[in-house]
């Protein structure tokens, strides 16, 4: 584990121990010199050896060979006769290149100490082969129960036969690094789907690759297609190590993850007469090394993506986050690329009447044909708004009910300067939830005078939390509460945890003209090294489509205004 990344910190779970076979019966039990401790020994029943510092010899056998100057250069060894002690694990790490292969029994001589949270022997003066051996993988299941800790695994080999699901791949690319689940995949504690911190974190595991190497040219789990959020595995084999304050799987056995998961090549039918769609694109910059492209080429590939994925909406009325906040350059482009695949006028969009101060405003694009803006656009120069709403009332234009759309972009969850009830209260709704509260009630004003209001947008709180409870409580109606299945209503993952940052909420008559709602889950299940970056992203696995086109999925409703 000797990388120079940090890793947020988690307690892997694990299930019950089965027995662990002694080498065959014709191997010397031991080799010449006995060893003068056990592995148990060194590993201890807490967190850290009690004999760190101390060199000392230990026998065992080869489990886990990762010597090469790519990966962990070294080796796991296992006890084949374990103290039956369920407290200290009888495996440990060696870090050294003497030659060793799978199933050596060894002895080594070393240093017992504590690396990023592993105990090691470093440096190691002896590597003695001295036959052969064999250790049954210990068989565990998530989460552990019966007072169990990871820690008693530290080191040894295991086997998961339980399917797990992967809950996170954002450091795929970087560090060949994904985060499994049982259950099915983690839900954020307060999105309202019954989840605590504590229960996501004893059903999860981080596998690695036993690799040092950043971006590394061959991606795990990418042949023949790439790895979403969602697939699953099962009998998952491998040695426990620990690192950057996580314990991580390294496989001695490829893992092979079933498509459990695909990709939705178009989103689920809504029904209605006309579309209404919200999508944050991810910092869409026309300026180039500011939030979104640093080059011409990046920002070609930025476009390409999001058009395809506005193009698949197919929505008549799109509120869209993140768009650079210079005048109309930003949507203006994005238009112009839509009617240069869709035909010249096929799309417009709404000018903002008050964008605000922010790198980033909220912006309205809608299809002339379908909708016609009934008066100005409006806004709000309340100072509660980092991100003034858009407001704007459409009629369809062969005639019907009208509606109104209000486009959010509610203060982020990062602390940065938050000060008093902004600051992170401990709840699980992180900074500003105060100046988010505030920003709902203040839509809820806007929306009380409304004809029809659609409340759209990336309210950057989760459906169980206090913003959302306020727009609801004054009346709104969430469309994916209705339409959307539990299990799919989410539009972001944030570290393992997916959640729904992004909603469609309906005033009550517009609420029972809608006909369908969806999430089109193109982005947050996908790996960030499909995104339009060309650092680091091998280029064999860009495509100008949809899919990782920004990290929030799009929501789509389908309105009956006849």
Not at 76 to 85: L, S
Not at 107 to 130: F, I, K, M, Q, W
Request: net charge negative; glycine share 12%; proline share 6%.
């Amino acid at each position: 584990m000797r990388r120079t990344a940090a890793a947020l910190a988690t307690v892997l779970t694990a299930g019950l121990a089965a027995g662990v076979q002694p080498a065959a019966a014709a191997e010397p039990p031991t080799c010449g010199t006995p060893a003068d401790q056990q592995i148990a020994d060194v590993q201890g029943s807490g967190d850290a050896s009690p004999l760190a510092g101390r060199t000392v010899r230990v026998e065992g056998v080869v489990t886990a060979d990762f010597q090469r100057a790519d990966q962990l250069k070294g080796f796991f060894v296992q006890d084949p006769t374990p103290d039956r002690d369920p407290r200290t694990s009888d495996g440990l790490f060696v870090y050294s290149t003497s030659e060793v292969a799978v199933g050596d029994r060894v002895l080594v001589t070393g240093r017992a100490v504590e690396y990023n949270g592993l105990t090691e022997l470093s440096p190691v003066s002896a590597v003695d082969v001295c036959g052969k051996g064999r250790i049954a993988p210990a068989r565990v299941l998530l989460p552990l129960s019966g007072g169990a800790t990871a820690e008693q695994y530290e080191g040894m080999l295991l086997r998961f036969g339980q399917r797990l699901t992967a809950t996170e791949v954002y450091q795929l690319g970087r560090y060949g690094e994904v985060t499994v689940s049982a259950g099915g995949r983690l839900f954020q504690p307060t999105d309202g789907h019954g989840s605590t911190q504590g229960r996501n974190d004893a059903r999860k595991l981080l596998i690695d690759d036993a690799s040092n190497v950043q971006n590394p040219d061959t991606i795990p789990y990418t042949d023949p297609r790439v790895l979403r959020i969602g697939d699953s595995v099962q009998g998952l084999t491998g040695v426990l190590g620990q690192g950057f304050g996580e314990y991580r799987l390294q496989p001695t056995e490829a893992a092979h993850f079933a498509g459990t998961n695909p990709r939705p090549k178009a989103p689920a039918r809504v029904g209605g007469d006309v579309r209404v769609a919200s999508f944050n694109t991810l910092n869409w910059f026309t300026t180039l090394g500011a939030r979104g492209a640093d080059t011409a080429e990046e920002r070609e590939r930025q476009l390409a993506k999001l058009a395809a994925a506005l193009r698949g909406l197919d929505a008549d009325a799109v509120g869209l986050m993140e768009v650079e906040n210079n005048g109309d350059a930003a949507v203006g482009a994005l238009v112009d690329r839509l009617n240069r695949d869709a035909g010249a006028g096929t799309y417009a969009w709404v000018r903002h009447p008050y964008p605000g101060t922010d790198e980033i405003h909220v912006a309205l694009v809608y299809k002339p044909a379908k909708l016609t803006p009934v008066g100005a656009a409006r806004s709000s120069q309340d100072p509660v708004f980092d991100r003034p709403p858009l407001v704007q009332e459409f009629r369809p234009a062969s005639g019907g009910t009208a509606f109104t759309m209000i486009v959010n972009h509610f203060k982020s969850k990062g602390c940065g300067d938050a000060t008093g009830p902004d600051q992170d209260q401990g709840d699980g709704q992180g900074c500003y939830n105060a100046r988010r509260v505030a920003q709902a009630r203040a839509i809820s004003e806007i929306a009380g005078g409304a004809r029809n209001p659609l409340v759209v947008g990336d309210l950057n709180a989760y459906a169980a939390e206090d913003p959302v409870k306020a727009l609801t409580g004054a009346g709104l109606v969430s469309q994916t509460a209705r339409f959307v299945r539990p299990g799919d209503r989410y539009s972001y993952v944030f570290d393992g945890q997916s959640g729904e940052l992004d909603h469609a909420l309906a005033g009550g008559a517009l609420s029972r003209r809608v006909t369908g709602a969806t999430i089109w889950h193109i982005n947050g299940d996908e790996p960030v090294f499909l995104d339009y970056n060309t650092e680091f992203n091998p280029p064999r696995f860009y495509r100008p489509d949809e899919f990782r086109s920004s990290d929030h999925d799009p929501v789509l409703l389908g309105l009956n205004l006849r």
